[in-house]
């Protein structure tokens, strides 16, 4: 088992993939400050200027070229290194959440009252992404091999879909290969598949009137939304099963002696195909007219943002959790295992135990019912997935305890584990054309013959104030 295990290992740490561990682990520091910097930040989507900022400077300090405010967003960034194919890129994203600052400290403490905060461990996405393009680019120089190693800046995740804007402005269309990943609480590269989903805002706007002394004259913009809403649920019982659609009322009326003017309602609709979510949309948009009609009101609509499903690269991630396997899981040191238990007891009921944070989840398919903009990316190139124990075993994305953890130790662990995984997936690619060619294959059978790219989007341009 031994020997075999030796074998092993000697065959996979081919072509100076030694080095590019070590050179990793020698610039842990300096990638560190970088997380630790954009963690502070904070900044939210569309708005991460200082974020954006601080990559570029330590990608142009690598020798990257840098094009900056591609795709008609201020904040999204393409930096590339090396020459000629294959062209293999990295995202790297920064943007924070509304709502969620928090001390890195095991109990719900903000930062900034009602400030943001990096609770789905974006800001190690990014630098955990720069420093696997920097070692990658430094083993290319070394080597001498043709090669192009990208890090695509990839502002607003967060409902903003900045890389749905990329990939219509065509800056995908030489890639090669993509290597995602994403922070979470355990280490997985499973190929994993999401939800397609289109977002809209329905504005309804009636008639304003005294609600008691002259009722008769209103048309009430927040019975349309009711109405709407009505249409929409009943219609739940018809839909295929697997979708997803949610709504918020965003604007309701001011006071209830006043027949609102103005009511708008916030909705999602998800579906794990983007060729059928189409076909559910015209369908909200049929109730949101009816709803109109029937109520005396006007309707109009915002798409708001739009993603496709995921598509699994199984060839890609295969190779992924090879090298996720060889670099191992994330050890916490004593403080930290203090730490982790003490966000544990926060935590609720969970089934992944602690110490997991040192293991590999098993590979396997996975269905999320999640949506991301990086399904848009994984449709015009082949994608594959990695996650790595950034959070304590247990913890949620979107929550105090992701921001906590991502400001301290244990995220810059598992930040670092990703790095080494990504770095070394990049080297393979650049010298393994029968594994690009297998992942192209795969990409061109999965999303089938005559495939033509129509953003969920549409043509409209990105929402630079969306969080403002
Ligand atoms: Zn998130
Ligand atoms: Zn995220």
Same mark, same amino acid.
């Given at each position: 088992?031994?020997?075999?295990?030796?074998?092993?290992?000697?065959?996979?740490?081919?072509?100076?993939e030694?080095?590019?561990?070590?050179?990793?682990?020698?610039?842990?520091?300096?990638?560190?400050a970088?997380?630790?910097?954009?963690?502070?930040?904070?900044?939210?989507?569309?708005?991460?200027?200082?974020?954006?900022?601080?990559?570029?400077?330590?990608?142009?300090?690598?020798?990257?070229?840098?094009?900056?405010?591609?795709a008609g967003?201020?904040?999204?960034?393409?930096?590339?290194?090396? @020459?000629?194919?294959?062209?293999?890129?990295?995202?790297?994203?920064?943007?924070?959440?509304?709502?969620?600052?928090?001390?890195?400290?095991?109990?719900?403490? /903000?930062r900034?009252?009602?400030?943001?905060?990096?609770?789905?461990?974006?800001?190690?996405?990014?630098?955990?992404?720069?420093?696997?393009?920097?070692?990658?680019?430094?083993?290319? @120089?070394?080597?001498?091999? $043709?090669?192009?190693?990208?890090?695509?800046?990839?502002?607003?995740?967060?409902?903003?879909?900045?890389?749905?804007?990329?990939?219509r402005?065509?800056?995908? %269309? %030489?890639?090669?290969?993509?290597?995602?990943?994403?922070?979470?609480d355990?280490?997985?590269?499973?190929?994993?598949?999401?939800?397609?989903?289109?977002?809209?805002?329905?504005?309804?706007?009636?008639?304003?009137?005294?609600?008691?002394?002259?009722?008769?004259?209103?048309?009430?913009?927040?019975?349309?939304?009711?109405?709407?809403?009505?249409?929409?649920?009943?219609?739940?019982?018809?839909?295929? @099963?697997?979708?997803?659609?949610?709504?918020?009322?965003?604007?309701?009326? $001011?006071?209830p002696?006043?027949?609102?003017e103005?009511?708008?309602?916030?909705?999602?609709?998800?579906?794990?195909?983007?060729?059928?979510?189409?076909?559910?949309?015209?369908?909200?948009?049929?109730?949101?007219?009816?709803?109109?009609?029937?109520?005396?009101?006007?309707?109009?609509?915002?798409?708001?943002?739009?993603?496709?499903?995921?598509? /699994?690269?199984? $060839?890609?991630?295969?190779?992924?959790?090879?090298?996720? @396997?060889?670099?191992?899981?994330?050890?916490?040191?004593?403080?930290?295992r203090?730490?982790?238990?003490?966000?544990?007891a926060?935590?609720?009921?969970?089934?992944?135990?602690?110490?997991?944070?040192?293991?590999i989840?098993?590979?396997?398919?996975? %269905?999320?019912?999640?949506?991301?903009?990086?399904?848009?990316?994984?449709?015009?190139?082949?994608?594959?997935?990695?996650?790595?124990?950034?959070?304590?075993?247990?913890?949620?994305?979107?929550?105090?305890?992701?921001? $906590?953890?991502?400001?301290?130790g244990?995220?810059?662990?598992?930040?670092?584990?990703?790095?080494?995984?990504?770095?070394?997936?990049a080297?393979?690619?650049?010298?393994?054309?029968?594994?690009?060619?297998?992942?192209?294959?795969?990409?061109?059978?999965?999303?089938?013959?005559?495939?033509?790219?129509?953003?969920?989007?549409?043509?409209?341009?990105?929402?630079?104030?969306?969080?403002?």
């Amino acid at each position: 088992m031994i020997g075999f295990l030796a074998l092993l290992l000697c065959a996979g740490m081919a072509h100076g993939e030694e080095d590019v561990v070590a050179a990793v682990d020698a610039r842990a520091g300096e990638f560190a400050a970088v997380a630790q910097a954009i963690w502070e930040h904070a900044e939210l989507g569309y708005l991460e200027e200082r974020s954006s900022a601080l990559l570029q400077e330590h990608l142009a300090a690598a020798g990257f070229r840098i094009e900056r405010g591609v795709a008609g967003i201020p904040t999204a960034f393409v930096a590339e290194y090396g @020459q000629g194919e294959p062209v293999v890129a990295l995202l790297a994203e920064f943007d924070a959440l509304p709502g969620l600052s928090q001390q890195a400290v095991a109990y719900r403490a /903000p930062r900034v009252a009602e400030g943001a905060g990096h609770a789905c461990g974006h800001h190690l996405f990014g630098a955990g992404s720069l420093a696997a393009v920097i070692v990658a680019a430094e083993w290319l @120089q070394r080597e001498g091999v $043709a090669g192009t190693i990208r890090l695509y800046g990839t502002p607003a995740e967060e409902g903003g879909s900045g890389k749905v804007y990329m990939v219509r402005a065509g800056l995908f %269309d %030489d890639v090669d290969a993509v290597l995602n990943w994403h922070p979470a609480d355990r280490n997985t590269a499973s190929p994993r598949t999401t939800l397609a989903n289109k977002s809209a805002k329905f504005r309804f706007r009636g008639v304003a009137t005294h609600a008691a002394m002259a009722p008769e004259r209103g048309r009430s913009a927040l019975d349309a939304v009711e109405a709407m809403n009505h249409m929409v649920n009943l219609m739940r019982e018809h839909v295929p @099963q697997d979708a997803r659609i949610h709504y918020v009322i965003t604007r309701g009326g $001011a006071a209830p002696n006043i027949v609102p003017e103005f009511a708008e309602v916030f909705y999602y609709v998800r579906h794990p195909d983007a060729n059928i979510l189409p076909e559910l949309w015209d369908r909200v948009v049929k109730a949101a007219e009816g709803a109109a009609l029937g109520t005396g009101t006007r309707m109009e609509y915002e798409v708001i943002h739009g993603n496709y499903n995921k598509l /699994p690269n199984t $060839a890609l991630s295969q190779r992924v959790y090879e090298h996720l @396997q060889r670099v191992g899981g994330v050890i916490y040191n004593d403080d930290e295992r203090a730490f982790a238990e003490e966000i544990r007891a926060t935590l609720g009921r969970t089934r992944l135990a602690l110490g997991s944070e040192a293991e590999i989840q098993p590979f396997a398919a996975k %269905d999320s019912k999640g949506s991301t903009d990086v399904g848009d990316v994984s449709w015009m190139v082949p994608t594959s997935d990695l996650g790595t124990a950034t959070w304590v075993p247990g913890t949620a994305a979107h929550s105090w305890q992701a921001v $906590a953890v991502g400001g301290m130790g244990i995220g810059i662990k598992g930040m670092v584990v990703a790095a080494k995984v990504l770095a070394l997936t990049a080297v393979d690619l650049f010298a393994d054309a029968a594994l690009v060619a297998a992942a192209r294959a795969e990409l061109e059978q999965r999303r089938g013959e005559g495939f033509a790219y129509a953003p969920l989007l549409g043509d409209r341009e990105p929402p630079l104030d969306y969080r403002k």
